[in-house]
């Protein structure tokens, strides 16, 4: 399976993280798992193009099918934005 890389800055805050994401330092605070659009978000992908990257197998971070939901693994996410180790 190829891999993606993304560049991309998060922003410091995003509109659909809620109060959680106003700065960096409150990144560590997101729940264990987010939504795709809001990891598209903070990669800087289209929700759209995102989620064809999620069922093609091909998102840059680790990404969970709960039910008939994706969720993308927030510690996989901020290890690729490199804010965290």
């Known amino acids: 399976m190829p891999v993606l ?13 809620s109060s959680a994401t ?3 330092r409150d990144l560590p605070r997101l729940p264990p798992t987010i939504t795709v659009p809001m ?5 800087g992908i289209g929700r759209r193009n ?4 999620v069922r093609e197998g091909r998102f840059p971070v680790k990404v969970i099918k709960l039910g008939g939901t994706y969720r993308v693994v927030t510690a996989d996410l901020l290890r690729e934005l490199g804010i965290v180790e």
């Open 50 to 53: 995102g989620y064809r990257l």
């Open 5 to 17: 890389h993304v560049q991309a800055t998060p922003p410091l805050s995003c509109a659909r993280c």
């Open 22 to 24: 106003d700065s960096r």
């Open 39 to 43: 990891a598209c978000e903070m990669l």
